[in-house]
T-cell receptor
Framework: EPEVTQTPSHQVTQMGQEVILRCVPI?????FYWYRQILGQKVEFLVS????????KSEIFDDQFSVERPDGSNFTLKIRSTKLEDSAMYFC????????????FGNGTRLTVT | ELKVEQNPLFLSMQEGKNYTIYCNYS?????LYWYRQDPGKSLESLFV?????AVKQEGRLMASLDTKARLSTLHITAAVHDLSATYFC??????????????FGQGTILTVHP
């Protein structure tokens, strides 16, 4: 069964550094998403992306964050200057975008900011 | 602001017993999802509920949606150990024709004992 793949599985970075989290969505999916889950807390929406532009974004998704689909397969989340509170599990998801289609989530990247 | 509340947050069950997890949400939506998460793993889609009165079943799990009451239930029948996981409901809060801006509940940690 096709799946969403994310790399790396774990990223450790120092505060103030830039990180790029990478995702390969399911190939025939049209909508792409980033969510995050701080340890022990709810899963939170960050951003949705369709037709090479952001569809919706949350208040969390401030100027420090950006997303890109640099080629036909990858979807990336960049955090420009990481803060301690950015430490979380970041999940990429994709969807066919149909009314009844679920989001398919990747295995996540655990980001630790020290 | 959409709020999604689950209860209980912790559920300890004996094998063979039945129980129900409740998911209340605060604003109108006609798309509700149930996901399962095993420790350290990704989110696995269980059900997509799209209309009032929708009922879906898969194995020992049955989910229902009452859009008028803004309530969804996940019923577990004759629990087995393999069902131990965290269960999330999520409501789609996207605008217009876009999908996938999900607001998640806090999650219900289910533990099934022999």
């Amino acid at each position: 069964e096709p799946e969403v793949t994310q790399t790396p599985s774990h990223q450790v970075t120092q505060m103030g550094q830039e990180v790029i989290l990478r995702c390969v969505p399911i190939s025939n999916h049209l909508y792409f998403y980033w969510y995050r889950q701080i340890l022990g807390q709810k899963v939170e929406f960050l951003v949705s992306f369709y037709n090479n532009e952001i569809s919706e974004k949350s208040e969390i998704f401030d100027d420090q964050f950006s997303v890109e689909r640099p080629d036909g397969s990858n979807f990336t989340l960049k955090i420009r200057s990481t803060k301690l509170e950015d430490s979380a599990m970041y999940f990429c998801a994709s969807s066919e975008g149909l009314y009844n289609s679920p989001l398919h989530f990747g295995n996540g990247t655990r980001l630790t900011v020290t | 602001e959409l709020k999604v509340e689950q209860n209980p947050l912790f559920l300890s069950m004996q094998e063979g017993k039945n129980y129900t997890i409740y998911c209340n949400y605060s604003t109108t939506s006609d798309r509700l999802y149930w996901y399962r998460q095993d420790p350290g793993k990704s989110l696995e889609s269980l059900f997509v509920l799209l209309s009032n009165g929708a009922v879906k079943q898969e194995g020992r799990l049955m989910a229902s949606l009452d859009t008028k009451a803004r309530l969804s239930t996940l019923h577990i029948t004759a629990a087995v150990h393999d069902l131990s996981a965290t269960y999330f409901c999520a409501v789609d809060n996207a605008g217009g024709t876009s999908y996938g801006k999900l607001t998640f509940g806090q999650g219900t940690i289910l533990t099934v004992h022999p």
